[in-house]
C-alpha cells in the first residue's frame, strides 16, 4: 500500500497508508466517534468538504451492502446517491470482510467512487489534537504524487449550495398531506420517515420559494457547512413564518435555520458533535435520549428571540439540541431522530410533526 501524510494546517502530520483511491485531498479534518456506520457516514452530504476520522479502531469488518435503490428512488442502505466525504482516516482497516449483506470491501467501494482512505494513523492521538486545538484543515499527500491537492477554506464555502437538489423531487406523490422538505443535503431516511408516515414529500432546493406553493407542513433537513451562508433560505423561511402557522420541523442544520430565522444567531463548535451516543434532555423534564449527531455548529440560545424557548440541551455542554416557538407549531432538533445506523430512540419527532399537521 502506498505510503500518505496527513498534513494539519498547524504543521501536525501523521503517517499512514492508503487503502482507497490515491489522489491528493484537502478538507477540514473532523472525527467521529461512533462504532460503526460508516456506509451511513460517508454518503451523509453533511460530511461534505471534511475529511473524515473515526475513533473505533477496527473498521471495514462488515464491508459495504450493495448501492441499490428502492422504487421511490431511495437508496436501500446508504443515505445518499455517493460518497460526500473527502477522504476517510482509519486507525486499523479489515481488508477482509463478513456480512450477509456485503458485497463488496471499504477499500473497493472507495476505489470506485475515487475517495482516498488512510489506514495505520493513531487516531486517538490526532483526535486528541482536534479536541485540544479544534478542527482544522488538513490535506493528503501521497508518496510518487507531486501533485498538490486543491485546499479551500471550509468555512468560506456555501455546502448547502453544492449539495443540494437542483430540481423539485417528489416522493409518494398523491399521499396524505403534503410536506415541502427544504433539501440543505437531506439524508435519504428523513425522506423515508415522512413517507412511512403517510406523507407526499416534496423535495425542492435550499433557496427555492415555497411559499406560494400548496402544502400542509414544512421540514427543513440536514445539511454541511456554516448556516450563515444560508441567507436565501433564511429569508424565504421567515417569509414563510410571517404569512402562515403551518407546522414547520428542522433536523440539524434545520434547527439552525430556523433559530436563525427566529432572531438567533450561531456560532462553531471547538470539534463538534459527531458520534452516536451524545446525550441530550428535553427542556422541562427529566428525560434523557442517546441521539446520533453530525454537526460543527451551534445555536446560541441566549439570542433567541421572545416567543422561542429551548426545546433540547445536550448534557455533555450544554449547548442547543433543538427549540420550539411558544405559540406555533414550529420546533426542531440538532440531533438526528432518523439516525441510520441508529440510535433511533428520538424518532418520536416525526410523530409530533405528523400529528401537527
Not at 451492502?65 to 446517491?81: A, K
Not at 449527531?293 to 433567541?304: E, F, R
Amino acid at each position: 500500500m502506498k505510503k500518505v501524510t496527513l498534513v494539519l494546517q498547524d504543521g501536525t502530520e501523521f503517517h499512514g497508508e492508503s487503502f482507497g483511491y490515491e489522489k491528493p485531498v484537502a478538507g477540514e479534518v473532523v472525527f467521529n466517534t461512533a462504532m460503526m456506520g460508516y456506509p451511513e457516514s460517508l454518503t451523509d452530504p453533511s460530511y461534505a468538504g471534511q475529511l473524515l476520522t473515526l475513533t473505533f479502531p477496527l473498521v471495514g469488518n462488515y464491508g459495504v451492502p450493495p448501492f441499490t435503490f428502492e422504487q421511490n428512488g431511495l437508496p436501500t442502505f446508504m443515505e445518499s446517491d455517493r460518497i460526500y466525504a473527502q477522504a476517510i482516516i482509519v486507525g486499523d482497516y479489515t481488508e477482509q470482510f463478513s456480512h450477509w449483506n456485503a458485497v463488496e470491501s471499504l477499500g473497493d467501494w472507495l476505489k470506485r467512487e475515487q475517495v482516498p482512505g488512510v489506514t495505520g494513523i493513531d487516531t486517538r492521538q490526532l483526535t486528541k489534537v482536534l479536541r485540544e486545538h479544534g478542527v482544522m484543515m488538513g490535506r493528503l499527500v501521497f508518496e510518487g504524487i507531486e501533485e498538490a491537492a486543491a485546499e479551500e477554506d471550509y468555512g468560506a464555502v456555501n455546502w448547502v449550495e453544492r449539495v443540494s437538489c437542483k430540481d423539485v423531487v417528489r416522493y409518494n406523490e398523491g399521499g396524505g398531506h403534503k410536506v415541502v422538505l427544504v433539501d440543505c443535503g437531506v439524508k435519504a431516511n428523513i425522506i423515508r420517515c415522512l413517507v412511512d408516515r403517510g406523507v407526499e414529500v416534496i423535495r425542492v432546493p435550499w433557496n427555492y420559494d415555497y411559499t406560494d406553493m400548496s402544502f400542509d407542513g414544512l421540514f427543513l433537513a440536514n445539511g454541511p457547512g456554516d448556516p450563515d451562508k444560508c441567507v436565501a433560505a433564511v429569508e424565504i423561511l421567515r417569509k414563510q413564518m410571517s404569512q402562515s402557522r403551518k407546522p414547520i420541523c428542522g433536523i440539524c442544520m434545520g434547527n439552525q435555520l430556523l433559530a436563525k430565522a427566529g432572531g438567533a444567531t450561531i456560532y462553531k463548535l471547538k470539534y463538534g458533535h459527531r458520534s452516536h451516543n451524545q446525550p441530550v434532555r428535553e427542556v422541562g423534564t427529566n428525560r434523557c435520549y442517546v441521539t446520533s449527531q453530525n454537526h460543527g455548529y451551534a445555536v446560541d440560545a441566549a439570542t433567541l428571540g421572545k416567543d422561542w424557548r429551548e426545546l433540547f440541551v445536550n448534557m455533555n455542554d450544554g449547548s442547543n439540541e433543538g427549540i420550539r416557538h411558544q405559540t406555533n407549531p414550529w420546533f426542531s432538533s440538532q440531533f438526528h431522530p432518523e439516525a441510520c445506523s441508529g440510535p433511533v430512540d428520538t424518532e418520536f419527532m416525526f410523530d409530533r410533526f405528523i400529528e401537527a399537521l
